[in-house]
């Protein structure tokens, strides 16, 4: 009911609802207060009220709630900004199958931050997320193998996770994929899958792929 109400959007009503099944102890009721309560809807604002509901969630394992608490954790929002916890609580998540916290851990593990640094476990926690389609971990698992960090440097992989991501729009992924094309990495080299790519990039607001368009344009190289 409480759902249902949400969905037809009666916030006020949905909050609620939700608030009582939290009380009783249901931990998808209170993720979704803390959702409400961070953002606002069908309640006044409260980020550290947010923050509590969220961890009662959290200490039941639901994942929604330990991937917010990681956010809160990592950003400061509602808590003293704490990487070491941001990670605990990202790693909780991811374990319990929430993609984007598998992308979260890939990224602490890689900047070492919260963490030790390694480059290895970063780059399977990215192949994991980008198994399950995360798109921002697929172009991240591109560049991890064209660079050859955590993993052996392979070419012929990192265009087919570029390709995965550039498929489904990511811009960034468009001028990767574009620039082993445009060097013949991995691939036959093709100037024109090169601009191909370069140029859907730069329409999905890539800067540096529209620095090149237009470079291109004023040089007399290439026409939209």
């Known amino acids: 009911m409480a759902a249902d109400l949400y969905q037809k959007g009666d916030k006020i009503s949905a909050f609620n609802a ?12 209170q993720a979704m207060v803390g959702f409400m309560l961070e953002n606002g809807e069908g309640c006044e604002q409260n980020i550290e009220e947010a923050f509590g509901w ?6 039941q394992g639901q994942h929604v709630a330990l991937f917010n608490l990681g956010q809160m ?6 808590c003293p ?15 319990a199958g929430n ?30 997320a980008a198994q399950y389609g995360h798109v921002e971990a697929q172009n991240c698992l591109g560049a991890i193998y064209q660079e050859g960090q955590g993993v052996e440097q392979n070419y012929e992989k990192a265009r087919e996770w ?12 468009m001028y990767n994929l ?3 094309y445009d060097k013949g990495w991995g691939v036959e080299r093709d100037s024109e899958k090169a601009l191909e790519w370069c140029r ?4 999905a607001g890539h800067e540096k792929a529209q620095s090149i368009i237009r470079r291109l344009q004023e040089e007399g190289k290439i026409v939209f």
């Open 162 to 173: 570029y390709e995965k991501a550039a498929e489904q729009g990511h811009p960034r992924a």
């Open 81 to 95: 900004q704490n990487e070491a916890a941001a990670f605990g609580a990202f790693m909780k998540a991811a374990r």
């Open 200 to 203: 859907k990039a730069a329409h």
């Open 54 to 59: 969220y961890q009662k969630a959290a200490d």
């Open 18 to 29: 939700f608030l009582e099944l939290a009380i009783d102890g249901d931990a998808d009721a």
């Open 73 to 78: 954790y990592k950003t400061g929002k509602g």
């Open 178 to 180: 574009g620039m082993l």
């Open 99 to 128: 993609v984007h916290a598998m992308f979260e851990v890939a990224q602490m593990m890689e900047a070492g931050a919260g963490t030790p640094k390694s480059p290895e476990r970063a780059a399977n926690w990215y192949e994991t």
